[in-house]
């Protein structure tokens, strides 16, 4: 009997398959399959292949990293491979407290501990959120005041859990919570019940490890809950009542966190409990709480795709920071608020820095890392680095590109015009965050904008863009600077000037506000910035007549040393703008580009040809004709 072969899902086809198989079979050749009860039985067949060929093509997808889909399964296949899927990071505010005792107690108390647990609380909008600590914080008392400096809170609630070890090999330790930050569990072992044991180091690889190590691992199980795991007296010192052992009573703290939720608290309320040197809670006539740094750095559980992506990356690091893909591994790993990583080796810079990296991350929220954050990841980056190589975090340097269109619409096919304008900011808005944009190295590519806007409605008939870039300058108020803006791009020349544009500031010895612009060389290579002050929309008057220099080929623009008072922006901010030679704009490997739509500008025109009021295009080049090259004002707005 022939064997008919069998390749695809669908329940028509595997019916067909069937009933080619039988005809094959001599007793059945002149059956009729469709007008006899036997079709019910082939029906019957068909779905029993059809589930059961189903059912095993998941079983083979739930197989390998690529093509699983469920978390457990995910994270299963991922552990073989040495990775440890991220949980929830709770976000760290950093206070000040000062604790007044009653004087009464000044000659018998002489040191004040913070106790894990609540700590206080800090809102969030109009959410309030709890903050605590993890580990006992202890300050000696100066008169009758304790000051408890740079402590670290972290949103979250402080939990405890006991376990009792029976020796079994089946035994498990499971957190029966959800949201659990893995970085602040904390593991104590006692040969008693008491609360606090010998404290032991969680570990996620086995290396420098033996059988004295006190150590424990952590692992994702079902439901995004955790198990700990401790060594088998082999990697790692065993638990139990034998001689040797530290006991087998298990005192885990833990703490649950709402993640990113709790990032940018702001006002803190002290809630805490406060033990004096007698651990014994002692009584405060006054509580004094500063907050120093917002709440941040909070993140969620690390997602399937992620975990996808990072564990290939981590385990082909071993562990280690050499290539610019083990920076970007390790650094998501060690600051889970990473959206964008570039890592430039010291050897690529001019003039070379040997022995260097210089890295830059575009933070999830926000353009920059915190003082705070550099440090804490600079520190954890250590025990990843080879021996001789210094790291070092640059602030983000992000070029933002802009457009001024000119959209010609047809006025027979939309009867309002800023509805389509809010249709095309919306198509625009999309288009800015695909894969070639906000990202280092990206690529912003101007035949897609012109479709993207041509495409979101049958009513628009062209469009006349225009693109310009920016770089942000941070002005050092008050201080004499120097600095320097790389575009990364060649810019636009016109020969009369006025290339580079700026917003507002004031130097001093000038009360009128001033603004960057260029003075083009004859070769057009090359110019000269000028600081001026605006007569009208065309004039101005030059302050400063050599106040730096551009390079319109490289796209560079350097300020010479000047004192700048303020700005018309806040946070101390310059906007600074070319235009480029290339409507294509690129980011070199250490500059994140932004397509900026809340600074682009849409202008709606009417088309006159199309909407039938000059069939013959006389007068629209006079009057609506717009050139991608106008150069407009002499600032910046």
């Known amino acids: 009997m022939a064997l008919t072969k069998f390749s695809n899902l669908?329940?028509?086809?595997?019916?067909?398959?069937?009933?080619?198989?039988?005809?094959?079979?001599?007793?059945?050749?002149?059956?009729?399959?469709?007008?006899?009860?036997?079709s019910v039985l082939i029906d019957t067949l068909a779905y029993n292949t059809y589930i059961t060929a189903f059912n095993s093509n998941l079983i083979v997808n739930e197989s390998f990293l690529d093509s699983a889909t469920v978390r457990e399964n995910v994270v299963s296949l991922s552990s073989n491979i040495g990775y440890t899927p991220r949980s929830r990071t709770a976000a760290v505010a950093q206070i000040d407290?000062?604790?007044?005792?009653?004087?009464?107690?000044?000659?018998?108390?002489?040191?004040?501990?913070?106790?894990?647990?609540?700590?206080?609380?800090g809102n969030v909008s109009d959410s309030s959120y709890l903050f605590s600590i993890v580990d006992k914080i202890t300050t000696r008392i100066s008169g009758n005041v304790a000051k408890f400096e740079g402590i670290n809170v972290y949103q979250g609630t402080f939990l405890k859990k006991?376990?009792?070890?029976?020796?079994?090999?089946?035994?498990?330790?499971?957190?029966?919570?959800?949201n659990i930050d893995t970085s602040k569990i904390r593991v104590y072992i006692s040969d008693d019940s008491a609360e606090i044991g010998i404290e032991y180091t969680a570990v996620d690889n086995i290396i420098n490890i033996d059988s004295n190590s006190r150590i424990f691992f952590v692992r994702e199980v079902q439901d995004e809950r955790y198990e700990?795991?401790?060594?088998?007296?082999?990697?790692?010192?065993?638990?139990?009542?034998?001689?040797g052992s530290d006991g087998k009573y298990i005192t885990i703290h833990y703490m649950t966190t709402d993640g990113m939720e709790g990032n940018g608290a702001q006002a803190f309320t002290y809630a805490g409990i406060v033990n004096n040197q007698n651990d014994v809670p002692q009584n405060l006539t006054k509580v004094s709480l500063t907050k120093k740094i917002n709440s941040q750095n909070g993140s969620n559980?690390?997602?399937?795709?992620?975990?996808?992506?990072?564990?290939?990356?981590?385990?082909?690091?071993?562990?280690?920071?050499?290539?610019a893909r083990d920076y970007e591994a390790i650094i998501k790993k060690i600051y889970p608020n990473t959206e964008s990583v570039s890592v430039i080796g010291g050897e690529e810079l001019d003039p070379p820095e040997f022995g260097t990296v210089k890295i830059s991350i575009k933070p999830t929220n926000g353009s920059y890392v915190s003082d705070f954050s550099k440090s804490n990841i600079l520190s954890k980056l250590k025990q990843y680095s080879v021996s001789g190589i210094n790291q070092s975090i640059v602030d983000l340097k992000i070029?933002?590109?802009?457009?001024?269109?000119?959209?010609?619409?047809?006025?027979?096919?939309?009867?309002?015009?800023?509805?389509?304008?809010?249709?095309?900011?919306?198509?625009?808005?999309?288009?800015?965050?695909?894969?070639?944009?906000?990202?280092?190295?990206?690529?912003?590519?101007?035949?897609?904008?012109?479709?993207?806007?041509?495409?979101?409605?049958?009513?628009?008939?062209?469009?006349?863009?225009?693109?310009?870039?920016?770089?942000?300058?941070?002005?050092?108020?008050?201080?004499?600077?120097?600095?320097?803006?790389?575009?990364?791009?060649q810019?636009?020349?016109?020969?009369?000037?006025?290339?580079?544009?700026?917003?507002?500031?004031?130097?001093?010895?000038?009360k009128s506000t001033v603004y960057l612009t260029d003075v083009p060389k004859e070769d057009r290579k090359t110019g000269t910035l000028a600081i001026i002050k605006p007569i009208n929309d065309t004039e101005s008057r030059v302050i400063v007549g050599d106040a730096g220099t551009v390079d319109y080929i490289k796209g560079e623009v350097i300020l010479t040393t000047v004192k700048?008072?303020?700005?018309?922006?806040?946070?101390?901010?310059?906007?600074?703008?070319?235009?480029?030679?290339?409507?294509?704009?690129?980011?070199?490997?250490?500059?994140?580009?932004?397509?900026?739509?809340?600074?682009?500008?849409?202008?709606?025109?009417?088309?006159?040809i199309a909407s039938g009021d000059e069939i013959s295009g006389v007068k629209f080049t006079k009057d609506f004709y717009t050139s991608s090259y106008s150069n407009g004002k002499i600032t910046r707005e």
């Open 301 to 323: 559980i690390e997602n399937i795709d992620s975990i996808r992506y990072y564990s290939p990356l981590i385990y082909s690091s071993q562990n280690r920071a050499v290539t």
């Open 399 to 489: 070029l933002y590109v802009e457009i001024d269109s000119s959209v010609y619409y047809n006025d027979a096919f939309i009867s309002e015009p800023n509805t389509l304008k809010t249709n095309i900011l919306n198509t625009l808005t999309e288009y800015s965050e695909s894969i070639n944009l906000n990202k280092f190295g990206g690529r912003f590519k101007y035949s897609k904008v012109l479709q993207t806007i041509d495409d979101t409605d049958q009513a628009i008939t062209s469009n006349i863009t225009k693109v310009r870039i920016r770089r942000d300058l941070k002005a050092y108020i008050n201080e004499f600077a120097q600095y320097e803006l790389c575009f990364g791009n």
């Open 228 to 243: 700990i795991r401790f060594g088998d007296g082999i990697f790692g010192k065993k638990l139990g009542d034998y001689s």
């Open 97 to 121: 407290l000062e604790l007044t005792i009653p004087d009464t107690d000044v000659t018998t108390v002489s040191a004040l501990t913070l106790q894990p647990g609540l700590i206080c609380t």
């Open 491 to 510: 810019f636009h020349v016109d020969s009369g000037g006025f290339n580079i544009k700026s917003t507002g500031f004031k130097i001093p010895g000038e």
């Open 10 to 38: 669908d329940f028509d086809q595997i019916k067909t398959s069937i009933k080619d198989y039988l005809r094959s079979n001599s007793n059945f050749t002149d059956f009729d399959f469709e007008g006899s009860n036997f």
């Open 564 to 608: 700048i008072v303020s700005t018309t922006k806040p946070d101390s901010i310059i906007e600074i703008q070319a235009f480029p030679e290339s409507n294509d704009v690129v980011g070199l490997k250490d500059l994140y580009i932004s397509f900026s739509i809340s600074e682009s500008t849409i202008n709606m025109v009417r088309d006159v």
């Open 162 to 178: 006991k376990f009792e070890y029976d020796g079994s090999l089946d035994q498990r330790f499971i957190l029966n919570n959800q």
